[in-house]
């Protein structure tokens, strides 16, 4: 089956352009260095948050489904160290527990067919999570969609409230329901996702939330 964004991937380099993501950005006013960490990203795209972090000393572990995806990112990030690509489905692969500093999961979730799907990925990227650490989270949510430029494709929307209900025992240090206004370089439609956007941060052993 085609994955949604691979028309969009085919026809351009550098689809989602090569700015981390909004809230990527803001993490790094929690994280006083991204050093050395490990940090995953799950349906990386071609990897603009994924070289943020490596680019700041993080050891990356990216993670696509689309083979044009990571194409695209093994061209556009060339001379960046410290990411290891790999082509996997999330839900055919298994999560090491406690194993990463920071998950990023930035436009994956509502790609998922169904939404036991989104709470099982939820729940596998909460297990990897070192005590501590974070998980950032952007998802259509099931608020308002409009899908004129993204023919053929059905994302799982769930609820804002229901997202925040899975990190109701993680400390929200973002929690936004709010558009994102957008017009994609293949097709040049302009239109607008209701998004739900999360900063979690996973209890410590010795701080709970
Ligand atoms: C909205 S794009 C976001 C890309 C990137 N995270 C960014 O913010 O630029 C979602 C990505 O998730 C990937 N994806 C969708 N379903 C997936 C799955 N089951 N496993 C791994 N990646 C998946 C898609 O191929 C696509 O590249």
Same mark, same amino acid.
């Given at each position: 089956?085609?994955?949604?964004?691979?028309?969009?991937?085919?026809?351009?380099?550098?689809?989602?352009?090569?700015?981390?993501?909004?809230?990527?950005?803001?993490?790094?006013?929690?994280?006083?260095?991204w050093q050395d960490l490990s940090v995953?990203d799950?349906?990386c795209?071609?990897g603009k948050n994924a070289a943020f972090a490596a680019k700041r000393g993080a050891n990356v572990l990216a993670?696509?489904?689309?083979?044009?995806?990571?194409?695209?990112a093994v061209a556009a990030w060339p001379r960046v160290s410290n990411i290891h690509w790999q082509?996997?489905?999330? @839900?055919?692969?298994?999560?090491?527990?406690?194993?990463?500093?920071?998950?990023?999961?930035?436009?994956?979730?509502?790609?998922?067919?169904?939404?036991?799907?989104?709470? @099982?990925?939820?729940?596998?990227?909460?297990?990897?999570?070192?005590?501590?650490?974070?998980?950032?989270?952007?998802?259509?949510?099931?608020?308002?969609?409009?899908?004129?430029?993204?023919?053929?494709?059905?994302?799982?929307?769930?609820?804002?409230?229901?997202?925040?209900?899975?990190?109701?025992?993680?400390?929200?240090?973002?929690?936004?329901?709010?558009?994102?206004?957008?017009?994609?370089?293949?097709?040049?439609?302009?239109?607008?996702?209701?998004?739900?956007?999360?900063?979690?941060?996973?209890?410590?052993?010795?701080?709970?939330?």
């Amino acid at each position: 089956m085609p994955l949604p964004y691979d028309a969009g991937y085919a026809l351009c380099p550098c689809f989602w352009g090569r700015r981390p993501g909004r809230l990527v950005s803001e993490l790094t006013r929690l994280l006083p260095s991204w050093q050395d960490l490990s940090v995953l990203d799950l349906g990386c795209g071609e990897g603009k948050n994924a070289a943020f972090a490596a680019k700041r000393g993080a050891n990356v572990l990216a993670i696509d489904a689309s083979r044009l995806a990571l194409r695209n990112a093994v061209a556009a990030w060339p001379r960046v160290s410290n990411i290891h690509w790999q082509h996997a489905d999330i @839900r055919e692969i298994e999560l090491l527990p406690n194993a990463y500093d920071v998950i990023l999961a930035y436009g994956l979730l509502h790609c998922l067919t169904s939404e036991s799907q989104v709470l @099982r990925v939820v729940a596998d990227i909460q297990h990897a999570t070192i005590a501590g650490g974070f998980n950032v989270v952007c998802a259509f949510n099931s608020r308002h969609q409009d899908l004129r430029a993204h023919p053929g494709f059905v994302p799982t929307l769930l609820a804002h409230d229901d997202y925040v209900r899975l990190y109701s025992t993680w400390a929200l240090d973002h929690s936004t329901d709010t558009d994102l206004n957008e017009t994609h370089p293949h097709n040049g439609i302009p239109h607008t996702h209701s998004m739900t956007r999360l900063i979690a941060r996973k209890p410590s052993h010795d701080h709970p939330a």
